[in-house]
């Protein structure tokens, strides 16, 4: 049998992909649950904690709270949207990784200042602090 190794490379990489865009995903529904996750139901954030937070599967999840595979993967969806839906409305997150950019930015540039002048680096840190205040 003969493999195409262009083929093993293309499967491989969208393999990788797949996993950074899962990546992403936690990613995002952990922060989202982070901010509003006290809005949930105490059922709500159950399910969903461990289902997102620690990685049960829906099965194992259905099988510790006594419902179908199917409600929890419903649940799970309707929490998500949910989450979404006070994101889209409040946008804390989108906030909250502004500011923690502009911070990192000032971050960098106190880790490089030998390379700028006082007076540039004062002016750049003033400008993104600035930033900072108004997000607040």
Avoid: P, W
């Avoid at 049998?1 to 293309?10: D, E």
């Avoid at 865009?21 to 952990?30: E, F, P, Y």
């Avoid at 889209?88 to 390379?115: D, G, K, M, P, Y």
């Amino acid at each position: 049998m003969t493999v195409n190794r262009k083929y093993l490379t293309v499967f491989f990489f969208s393999c990788m992909i797949a996993k950074v865009i899962d990546m992403d995903q936690v990613l995002k529904q952990s922060l989202l649950y982070d901010f509003y996750g006290e809005l949930l139901t105490e059922h709500q954030r159950s399910v969903y904690e461990e289902v997102v937070q620690n990685d049960l599967s829906y099965s194992e999840a259905a099988e510790m709270f006594g419902v179908s595979r199917q409600g929890i993967h419903e649940l799970v969806k309707r929490c998500n949207r949910i989450l979404e839906d006070y994101e889209s409305r409040l946008h804390l997150v989108e906030r909250f990784l502004r500011i923690r950019a502009n911070v990192q930015q000032i971050q960098e540039l106190s880790a490089n200042c030998e390379s700028i002048s006082r007076e540039a680096l004062a002016k750049q840190v003033c400008e993104i602090s600035e930033k900072i205040l108004e997000e607040l």
